[in-house]
């Protein structure tokens, strides 16, 4: 009898313990997904490696206007006209008719690899166009005045460049700031210049490496779209250029040049759809 009336309280404490472990909740602790850091735009980018990071530091402070990983979309405008009834510098030139343009279109695409420091590609063309109608020179002398007319000249150039941009935001909301690109691109180009039946059949074909300069300004109109402006200064080149008449080259020539100017024929006015 207490054989049975021990083994009936083991199966009843088996039951109790059972109905309690069932009746528990489950208490494991789920893992938390870390938080996505915020970025703020204006910001001061602090990056103690930089050389900059002194005690008595000196220059622009440095605002966070392009964060790292974003890309970048967008296309470069250029248009410039001119006319010799709008000229005030052709003074030696008498009854002159002619007028000229240069148009660039450049799309280009860019990823930001560091905070306001993206590298990108650029593919660009470009028209230009001139004429001169009529026009007679006179360098003040009876003896040194000649006329000229009927002169035309066409060119038309496909470049692609590789860029690195680098951005200096300008307010603690990071909407306005500057930057200097440094381009390496190859430019292959057609020029055709006539003004008698002999060079109708004429042109010149010109390849061209060039490291160039362009600063600018960027400001955000929106949040992900911004617009700027840039100016060409020069830069360093390699030129190869060939003269072909009817097909056949009759003439070459290899030169290198530098030029560091404000070049008002080299300004571009871009937009940029921020991803």
Same mark, same amino acid.
């Given at each position: 009898?207490?054989?049975?009336?021990?083994?009936?309280?083991?199966?009843?404490?088996?039951?109790?313990?059972?109905?309690?472990a069932m009746g528990q909740t489950d208490k494991r602790v789920k893992p938390v997904k870390p938080t996505k850091e915020t970025i703020k735009l204006g910001a001061e980018i602090?990056?103690?490696?930089?050389?900059?990071?002194?005690?008595?530091?000196?220059?622009?402070?440095?605002?966070?206007?392009?964060?790292?990983?974003?890309?970048?979309?967008?296309?470069?405008?250029?248009?410039?006209?001119?006319?010799?009834?709008?000229?005030?510098?052709?003074?030696?030139?008498?009854?002159?008719?002619?007028?000229?343009?240069?148009?660039? *279109?450049?799309?280009?695409?860019?990823?930001?690899?560091?905070?306001?420091?993206?590298?990108?590609?650029?593919?660009?063309?470009?028209?230009?166009?001139?004429?001169?109608?009529?026009?007679?020179?006179?360098?003040?002398?009876?003896?040194?005045?000649?006329?000229?007319?009927?002169?035309?000249?066409?060119?038309?150039?496909?470049?692609?460049? *590789?860029?690195?941009?680098?951005?200096?935001?300008?307010?603690?909301?990071?909407?306005?700031?500057?930057?200097?690109?440094?381009?390496?691109?190859?430019?292959?180009?057609?020029?055709?210049?006539?003004?008698?039946?002999?060079?109708?059949?004429?042109?010149?074909?010109?390849?061209?490496?060039?490291?160039?300069?362009?600063?600018?300004?960027? *400001?955000?109109?929106?949040?992900?779209?911004?617009?700027?402006?840039?100016?060409?200064?020069g830069g360093v080149s390699f030129n190869n250029t060939k003269y072909i008449k009817a097909g056949e080259v009759i003439g070459t020539r290899n030169y290198s040049q530098a030029?560091?100017?404000?070049?008002?024929?080299?300004?571009?006015?871009?937009?940029?759809?921020?991803?």
């Amino acid at each position: 009898m207490i054989k049975n009336l021990i083994k009936a309280l083991l199966v009843a404490a088996a039951l109790a313990a059972t109905c309690s472990a069932m009746g528990q909740t489950d208490k494991r602790v789920k893992p938390v997904k870390p938080t996505k850091e915020t970025i703020k735009l204006g910001a001061e980018i602090k990056d103690e490696s930089d050389s900059l990071k002194r005690k008595h530091r000196r220059g622009l402070m440095q605002h966070l206007i392009i964060p790292k990983g974003e890309w970048q979309v967008g296309a470069q405008v250029s248009h410039v006209s001119f006319s010799s009834k709008n000229s005030e510098y052709l003074l030696i030139v008498q009854n002159l008719d002619a007028n000229g343009s240069i148009t660039q *279109v450049a799309p280009y695409v860019a990823y930001s690899y560091h905070d306001n420091r993206s590298i990108g590609i650029k593919l660009q063309y470009s028209a230009a166009n001139g004429s001169v109608r009529e026009g007679d020179l006179d360098f003040l002398s009876d003896d040194i005045n000649f006329n000229v007319e009927n002169i035309e000249a066409n060119m038309s150039s496909f470049q692609t460049a *590789v860029y690195h941009r680098s951005y200096i935001g300008l307010d603690d909301r990071g909407r306005i700031g500057l930057f200097s690109d440094i381009s390496l691109s190859y430019t292959n180009s057609k020029t055709v210049f006539t003004y008698d039946a002999e060079t109708a059949d004429t042109h010149t074909r010109t390849n061209q490496l060039k490291l160039s300069l362009h600063p600018g300004i960027v *400001v955000f109109a929106m949040n992900n779209v911004s617009t700027h402006v840039s100016m060409g200064i020069g830069g360093v080149s390699f030129n190869n250029t060939k003269y072909i008449k009817a097909g056949e080259v009759i003439g070459t020539r290899n030169y290198s040049q530098a030029k560091f100017k404000l070049n008002v024929l080299d300004i571009n006015i871009g937009v940029t759809i921020h991803l």
